[in-house]
């Protein structure tokens, strides 16, 4: 068994222990406590400073998070408001490519492109205009009219432009109005007032007209009365008289229907108002060569005694007979009934004028009471009016009956005045 031999050696670089100086080891473990110690310090303050910085991102992430909610929400809202505008809005590029477009917008681009030829998402009617008002006047209002002339629908279309920013390029807003309905609100508008004009012209005719035709119409009586013996002239005064007769009757109703005065009412006798009403146009009837019968019943007093305005309710007698008269031919006759009857509660009075005209026909007889509604071109068509308003005023009832080729049938109720 081979002897272990001892390989130890010094080693050259191995100080003795002799050579190693006490004080020198002290002063480098100082130096390396405190290079420690400061080393400690610093750490600590760099992780006091992390985590500060943590905080701090932290918080600044929770800020940043909220601030993009926020923007989303705003965006969604501000889409949300978009798309429920009552007016189209699209978002074009300046060379007029289409970048957004609410649905207002959408449905309308739809509903043309699909009625034309155009391959693109915007009509080519639209393009030119739009085309018009880049180049023209981007601040002004154009009108786009869809459809055919008898039933148009008129958009309102006017730009703005948003200005570049460094992000992003130029864009064109355009808003798109449906303004139909308001340009035929305009339309009427502009017809009433014509209308109110024309009325207020026809009323002062009419005052300035019905002054003279009574003097005529006084003059014309007394020229009757005294050559009531020459039989020619008689009969030229019964033609006179009514031309004059009609003709007050025309400007009456004019007045009658362009003026709002409130009724003058006081207790009428039906039976006396009737009789002087056809005393007065008898010679409409007689230069006609027709009649008109009436023989009045006999009623008494209280049961024909109404509440009117006489003057009114004489024009609505004068208008019905007038008609009649119109519709008949030579040797027809104007019957006028009087009845009274008791209904809920009250009694009322009906006066009735039947004529043997060729009749109304059943197209027209729900219009004859409609303002300017006429069959005769010589007619306003007011006649028929002024009486359903005058007796809606008085609270009575107009109705009209009629067979073709055997006459018409005009009836008046009235309540009567109580005691």
């Known amino acids: 068994m081979p002897t272990l031999l001892s390989t130890r050696q010094e080693s050259p670089d191995l100080m003795p222990e002799a050579m190693v100086d006490p004080g020198s080891l002290a002063q480098a473990f100082e130096a390396f406590t405190s290079t420690a110690d400061s080393l400690q310090q610093s750490y600590g303050i760099l992780q006091t400073e992390v985590g500060r910085l943590r905080q701090e991102l932290e918080l600044r992430n929770r800020d940043l998070a909220r601030s993009l909610a926020e923007n989303e929400r705003m965006r969604a809202r501000l889409g949300h408001i978009l798309e429920n505008l009552p007016c189209g809005v699209m978002v074009l590029t300046p060379r007029l490519e289409l970048r957004y477009a609410n649905d207002v917008a959408r449905r309308l681009l739809a509903s043309t492109a699909a009625a034309s030829d155009s391959a693109g998402p915007i009509p080519a009617s639209l393009r030119q205009l739009l085309e018009e008002i880049v180049v023209s006047a981007p601040g002004a209002e154009r009108v786009w009219m869809l459809g055919d002339a008898k039933d148009p629908v008129l958009i309102s279309v006017s730009c703005a432009l948003i200005p570049r920013t460094t992000e992003s390029r130029p864009e064109l807003v355009f808003i798109l109005r449906d303004i139909t309905e308001q340009k035929r609100l305009e339309e009427e508008r502009e017809v009433s007032r014509r209308m109110r004009a024309l009325a207020e012209m026809t009323a002062l005719l009419a005052h300035e007209i019905r002054n003279p035709l009574g003097s005529l119409e006084l003059f014309a009586g007394l020229i009757k009365d005294a050559t009531r013996q020459d039989e020619e002239v008689s009969q030229w005064m019964v033609h006179l008289q009514a031309g004059l007769r009609a003709l007050s009757a025309t400007v009456n109703n004019v007045l009658h229907f362009y003026s ?133 005023q008085h609270a009575g009832t107009l109705e009209a009956s009629s067979v073709e080729g055997q006459g018409s049938t005009f009836t008046l109720s009235f309540p009567v005045l109580e005691a």
């Open 260 to 392: 709002q005065a409130p009724l003058e009412t006081v207790p009428v006798n039906l039976m006396k108002l009737l009789t002087s009403t056809i005393e007065f146009l008898q010679p409409l009837a007689l230069q006609r060569g027709m009649a008109i019968l009436w023989t009045p019943p006999e009623v008494s007093d209280s049961e024909a005694t109404i509440s009117a305005d006489q003057h009114r309710l004489q024009q609505v007698f004068f208008n019905i007979t007038i008609n009649a008269l119109k519709a008949m031919s030579a040797g027809g006759t104007v019957t006028v009934r009087v009845s009274t009857e008791r209904r809920a509660e009250r009694r009322w009075v009906r006066v009735a004028f039947e004529d043997q005209g060729p009749g109304i026909p059943a197209e027209n007889l729900a219009r004859i009471f409609e303002a300017g509604f006429t069959t005769r071109r010589s007619s306003p068509g007011l006649g028929l009016a002024v009486c359903k308003r005058v007796m809606s």
